[in-house]
């Protein structure tokens, strides 16, 4: 056998590690790399559009109310104002008698009233807007002539206005000694004489039609000529105003109409060009504000005080949330009178501007004397509802019920619509004893119901109900609609995200697993170089007895041998255990011969 040299191989040995390490590395798995391309723009794309959509969910509210508003304020060119102008309803009034059955009996002192409820004689009524004006602060100044009809198939079964006789109080005559009471002798002795000559009893007996809108009074004829402030009319009707014709008996409101605030729309500005009345003790209770009750401002809400401002109760009304109702699918507010109205001022010292000398106090009644022409009109809820015990102990014949004689306005929140209301109110007259007068001198004061009305609109048309659905119930469908798009897309964002993570964690699982392979096959390749110098330094003597020569060329052609016949040299041996750590599978092993050689 040839010599060889020594020298080569250390050579010989790092050329076999790197073909091996070459082809180890060739032959394992690549790291799998998940593609996040089309992950990553769906992400920005969904984010876009989350972002979009949420920024049209924030901003939907703010947009919406604004051009609601816009659209409810009153100009000339709106179609608010033909609405306002000429409203399709038909309110209604409702009329409730209580007819005296025991008049004598009760001027004598003998009996307490004995009353009986006849009714209701319903009317329709048709609302004209008269004498039309705008003004540049924003107001515009109208007047409301009602016409009423009275409507049989809605009335009492055996009712007719113009045929029914009611027995009650004869309030000009009363009213007469009322305001007499502290005259001289001969001023008394000669209001007796004419009233007892015209016939007079301090009850009377007329129709309906007659008490209501109107009949002839000689005593208001006599007193125009006699007295140096008569009333301003030669009729007595307990509703004569209010189905009057003549511009000079209509009041005159003013009203703002949005413009430059549209949260001041619908409340009342002045009335007869007064901001202030002049009847009661403080400024407060004297303000012109509120409502006429056809229509309240925009976008209400349920802690909001409402006020309804009539010129016929001498006041406005507070008015305070109930509860929530719906007609026709659309939602609205329930609003009652606060608990204070009507309330005397020992109950609610806040009252205290209500009263005054010679006026009727009492939890449940409210005296409109100085508002009346000095007419001792007292008014109440229906019945002296949640009024004081004395009231009605006085009366028989009273059943309050709170279904049937509550007040209420029904409104749309959004729009200030009333959608039906039931303006419920009761007038008595407080009849006081007077010992100058004969006719009054038995009587025991005793506040004695007339009649009770209910004014106010059953339901609105479905027109209408579908004109205020478009502001009141669509954008909440819309809203409800981008809230929707609005959470499909975060949870597509969402899933995506976590398809992402998974992905990302995936990619760092794979390239970790190729790592700890190519470590395993470094430290298995570096442990074999490691033992094999160990073993050539064993052998290295043994090889000084040869011939340099020689020793070269037996080097050489051994080395030949080897890699002619594909004998693997013993420092590239790797065991089975060290195969099993390899990443590729049986079809994907090197076909190579891994036997020991013989040195």
């Known amino acids: 056998m040839s010599s060889y040299s020594p020298e080569l191989i250390p050579e010989c040995k790092e050329t076999q590690l790197i073909r091996f390490q070459s082809r180890v590395v060739g032959l394992t798995t690549p790291a799998r790399r998940h593609s996040m391309k089309i992950i990553n723009l769906c992400l920005l794309i969904s984010c876009i559009f989350s972002g979009l959509v949420g920024l049209a969910y924030l901003g939907f509210d703010p947009v919406v109310r604004s051009l609601i508003l816009k659209k409810l304020v009153l100009s000339n060119t709106s179609d608010t104002f033909h609405i306002w102008e000429d409203p399709p309803i038909s309110p209604h009034l409702k009329v409730y008698f209580f007819n005296l059955t025991n008049p004598d009996e009760v001027f004598n002192g003998i009996d307490k009233p004995r009353l009986i409820e006849v009714g209701p004689y319903t009317y329709k009524q048709k609302w004209l807007k008269q004498n039309i004006t705008w003004h540049d602060n924003g107001t515009i ?25 009611v027995t009650t109080l ?5 009213s007469a000694y009322y305001q007499s009471r502290n005259a001289p002798f001969y001023t008394t002795w000669s209001l007796s004489g004419v009233v007892w000559g015209l016939g007079y009893k301090p009850w009377v007996t007329q129709t309906v039609h007659d008490l209501l809108w109107g009949y002839d009074e000689p005593l208001f004829k006599l007193a125009q000529t006699f007295l140096n402030d008569p009333p301003p009319f030669d009729k007595f009707g307990l509703f004569l105003l209010k189905n009057s014709s003549k511009e000079s008996d209509l009041g005159m ?3 703002y109409t949005g413009e430059g605030d549209p949260y001041t729309l619908s409340n009342i500005q ?8 002049k009847f009661w003790n403080s400024s407060d209770c004297n303000r012109v504000h509120g409502s006429d009750g056809a229509s309240f401002n925009p976008y209400i809400k349920k802690g909001d005080t409402l006020w309804f401002f009539n010129d016929q109760l001498c006041r406005a009304l507070p008015m305070v949330y109930d509860r929530s109702i719906s007609q026709e699918g659309l939602p609205g507010l ?31 009644v409210f005296d409109v004397t100085v508002c009346q022409f000095d007419t001792p009109i007292v008014l109440s809820w229906p019945h002296f509802l949640n009024a004081e015990e004395k009231y009605s102990k006085a009366i028989d014949g009273l059943k309050p019920d709170p279904k049937k004689h509550g007040f209420w306005f029904d409104i749309q929140e959004v729009t200030g619509t009333t959608l039906s209301a039931k303006a419920r109110i009761q007038i008595n007259m407080n009849v006081k004893k007077l010992k100058n ?18 004014e106010g609109i059953d339901e609105l048309g479905t027109d209408l109900i579908n004109v205020l659905k478009q502001a009141a119930i669509d954008p909440l469908v819309w ?10 897309l975060l949870s597509t964002l969402t899933l995506l995200s976590m398809v992402a993570v998974a992905k990302v964690l995936a990619n760092r699982a794979s390239v970790a697993k190729v790592e700890r392979v190519r470590e395993q096959v470094e430290n298995i390749i570096h442990g074999q170089i490691a033992g094999n110098d160990s073993s050539a330094q064993l052998t290295q003597p043994m090889l000084g007895y040869l011939d340099s020569s020689d020793s070269s060329r037996s080097s050489t052609a051994t080395h ?15 065991s089975a255990d060290q195969r099993d750590l390899t990443p590729f599978s049986d079809s994907e092993k090197p076909s190579v011969n891994f036997s020991n050689p013989e040195v």
Do not use: H
Request: hydrophobic share 30%.
């Open 253 to 255: 409101y003013s009203m």
């Open 334 to 364: 329930r609003f009652v009178p606060r608990k204070d109205v009507f309330m005397s001022e020992k109950s609610y010292p806040e009252n205290s501007c209500f009263a005054g000398p010679n006026r009727e106090t009492g939890d449940g």
């Open 170 to 174: 004869n309030v000009p005559a009363i």
């Open 560 to 574: 030949s041998r080897t890699s002619s016949e594909g004998t693997t040299p013993p420092y590239a041996v790797i």
């Open 270 to 277: 002045s009335f007869n060009g007064n901001q202030k009345l």
């Open 141 to 165: 100044s109208y007047k409301t002539r009602k016409i009423f009809t009275f409507i049989r198939s809605e009335s009492c079964p055996t009712c007719d206005d113009e045929f029914d006789n």
């Open 479 to 488: 809203r409800q609609y981008i809230l929707y798009i609005l959470i499909g």
């Open 437 to 454: 007068f004969s006719s009054l001198s038995k009587i025991n004061d005793t506040v004695i119901p007339i009649l009770w009305f209910e």
